[in-house]
């Protein structure tokens, strides 16, 4: 099975910088893709940012070019670099592996589907 954990979420003002980081525990062999979305008070959830197993990226509009997603395999972890942080960034923030097929410790294949963290609060003040 895999499991999430974020951290790193805070509180900070706008303009300031915060870096999230997913540990991903599990033996993953093949896996859509990881990620970062974000749920507002009152707000369905979003999609932050995504990177693929060939390394490829995809952000949201609104916060490309502002945050940068990326794969740490030496420390099995998903990091989410946000900067010049605006009050409408104001979330819980939810690391995320799509349908990742791991190994469990007899070496069996485990199919999952959407896998998701805790999640991080992160908040923004003006």
């Known amino acids: 099975q895999v499991q999430l954990a974020e951290s790193g979420g805070g509180s900070v003002q706008a303009g300031g910088s915060l870096r999230l980081s997913c540990a991903v525990s599990g033996r993953i062999v093949r896996f859509d893709s990881m990620g970062w979305y974000r749920q507002a008070p009152g707000k369905q959830r979003e999609l932050v940012a995504t990177?693929?197993?060939?390394?490829?990226?995809n952000y949201a509009g609104s916060v490309k070019g502002r945050f940068t997603i990326s794969r740490d395999n030496a420390k099995n972890t998903v990091d989410l670099q946000m900067n010049y942080l605006k009050p409408d960034d104001t979330a819980v923030y939810y690391c995320n592996v799509d349908k990742p097929v791991s190994l469990d410790y007899a070496s069996n294949y485990v199919a999952e589907g959407n896998v998701w963290g805790q999640g991080t609060t992160v908040t923004v003040s003006s």
């Open positions: 990177i693929t197993n060939s390394g490829a990226t």
